[in-house]
């Protein structure tokens, strides 16, 4: 039997919370697809753990295997006792920073009055975030602040997306080596996957770089319009666009996702027909 691993982003990937409608049943589909035995799942999220367990409880998302949390900078495995880290990941990453933490790093960067420290929860020993107004150049400030971070021999990885709701950019300085790309590998190496055996599926920025690897992937169809055209663009041959239309659905948020896994594995297509006439 062929194993699967579906690593997905949280919000507005699986999590419903855009403005786009969600399909009926799509989660619930989604839901009885992970519980697979041939398949593994883990939420690759900008969010801290908390804020992870509180979105599984608040949306009735299936719990998983796996959870890469603060964009790539800390990893957790599932074990009979609760979430336990992988310290060798952090081992991993921590040489970057030069054995810094996050409140160093914003020691040197309190020169960008256009940067705003987001609540001590957002704070990781290798995660540093910000808000940042949207009227802010956020090319030319990262800029800067990459410049500020190399003077000092810091290598790091700086991750821009969009908090829509809130009307916020936000700002996420990591190690180099710290990011949803990495930290999917070191998981594939933990746990014995090659590339053909994951399927990723993302909405926003801070998903590009694995959008944009060799690692099937999928943008659900609510997706950023300028993060499509440039993933697209740049990743024609191993990225699926979801359109809608599959077994009825819009292609949004699980739906998406399930689409995505259909075009990638049509075994899997054909179970989820199966399940699907079920139902009717």
């Not at 998302?61 to 074990?79: E, F, K, N, R, W």
């Not at 310290?87 to 970057?96: F, H, T, V, Y």
């Not at 971070?149 to 710290?178: C, F, T």
């Not at 690692?215 to 809608?244: C, E, F, H, T, W």
Request: hydrophobic letters at 40%.
């Amino acid at each position: 039997m062929r194993q699967l691993l579906v690593c997905t982003d949280l919000d507005r990937t699986l999590i419903a919370n855009g403005a786009e409608p969600e399909s009926d049943g799509a989660l619930e589909l989604f839901s009885q697809l992970v519980h697979r035995e041939d398949v593994t799942l883990a939420y690759v999220s900008g969010r801290h753990l908390a804020l992870i367990e509180q979105a599984v409880s608040e949306f009735g998302l299936p719990t998983p295997d796996a959870i890469i949390a603060d964009v790539g900078s800390t990893i957790y495995q599932a074990t009979p006792s609760g979430w336990h880290p992988y310290e060798s990941w952090s081992a991993q990453i921590n040489p970057d920073w030069r054995g810094l933490a996050h409140e160093d790093l914003h020691r040197l960067l309190k020169v960008f009055p256009a940067l705003h420290l987001q609540p001590a929860q957002s704070q990781k020993r290798h995660k540093l975030s910000y808000h940042v107004s949207l009227e802010e150049n956020s090319a030319q400030l990262m800029g800067a602040m990459d410049a500020c971070l190399k003077s000092a021999q810091i290598k790091a990885n700086l991750i821009w997306s969009i908090d829509v709701p809130a009307g916020l950019g936000l700002l996420d300085v990591l190690p180099a080596s710290a990011n949803k790309l990495h930290a999917i590998h070191f998981l594939m190496q933990q746990n014995g996957y090659q590339e053909g055996d994951v399927i990723f599926a993302g909405d926003s920025g801070n998903d590009l770089d694995v959008l944009l690897s060799g690692i099937p992937s999928v943008l659900v169809a609510n997706a950023d319009p300028q993060v499509k055209s440039q993933a697209v663009a740049a990743n024609p041959g191993r990225l699926y666009v979801a359109q809608g239309g599959y077994l009825g659905m819009n292609g949004n948020y699980s739906a998406g996702i399930l689409e995505g896994v259909a075009h990638y594995r049509p075994e899997m297509d054909a179970w989820l027909r199966t399940q699907s006439l079920n139902k009717v």
